[in-house]
């Protein structure tokens, strides 16, 4: 077993640390039908790697290079995949828990890693920025941006509105206050219009409050990309 008595550098047994009874659990979840965890590994033909399986040595120093901590837990990158070196990782409990909930999917690993300490309001947030500017797309008739991060899509929609102004090398703080005067600035223009008064030859669109049928199909599909 790969000399599995050796001590740590502290001085400890090696059978005798957290690491150890980590290499024991995945092997008997894997091989142990007494368990009662064989049947979401083992009985669905998850393995562990020969060199692994065989020494815990192999899988110490694997982890001690790979950046394991007492407060980390071993996770497959790919749930439906083997315990190996190239499908194995250290993480948090909120990590392997996402990764568990989303195993059932294609996309479980890419959604767990994309939301790993994540701030869901901040999530929230961007998908109201995704849709404030895709409606604004729309009543400027600009067509699809739905491609575009956030700041490319409101220097677009500034550009439509003030074509003049120059954005090269400004940041985002910048891109945001522009793209809000340029909001007010179509919001005068349909003033403007609704006044009699005359306008700046904005196209006619429709401006009623609430979610369109585009801005749900849209608000469903950021909500798919992000996980929620």
């Known amino acids: 077993m790969g000399n599995k008595d050796s001590r740590t550098d502290s001085g400890r047994k090696k059978t005798e640390t957290r690491l150890?009874?980590?290499?024991?659990?995945?092997?008997?979840?894997?091989y142990n039908k007494n368990k009662p965890k064989y049947k979401s590994y083992g009985a669905k033909g998850i393995r562990v790697c020969r060199e692994w399986k065989e020494s815990f040595d192999s899988?110490?120093?694997?982890?001690?290079?790979?950046?394991?901590?007492?407060?980390?837990t071993l996770d497959r990158k790919d749930?439906?995949?083997?315990?190996?070196?190239?499908n194995c990782r250290w993480v948090s409990n909120k990590v392997q828990a996402n990764n568990k909930r989303n195993s059932g999917n294609r996309d479980g690993k890419a959604r767990a890693d994309s939301m790993e300490g994540l701030d869901l309001s901040v999530v929230d947030q961007k998908i109201r920025d995704r849709l404030d500017i895709c409606r604004m797309a729309d009543r400027l008739g600009l067509g699809s941006i739905e491609g575009l991060s956030i700041n490319e899509g409101r220097m677009r929609i500034i550009k439509a509105v003030s074509p003049g102004v120059n954005l090269d090398g400004k940041d985002g703080e910048y891109i945001q206050a522009a793209y809000a005067a340029a909001k007010n600035v179509y919001s005068n223009s349909l003033a403007d219009r609704s006044s009699g008064r005359n306008n700046s030859g904005w196209q006619d669109c429709m401006d009623a409050p609430g979610e369109c049928g585009s801005d749900i199909a849209r608000k469903s599909?950021?909500?798919?990309?992000?996980?929620?």
């Open 20 to 30: 150890y009874s980590i290499w024991e659990n995945m092997k008997a979840r894997c």
């Open 59 to 72: 899988f110490h120093d694997w982890a001690v290079s790979h950046g394991y901590r007492d407060s980390l």
């Open 79 to 86: 749930p439906e995949g083997n315990y190996e070196p190239s």
């Open 221 to 228: 599909m950021i909500c798919r990309l992000t996980g929620k």
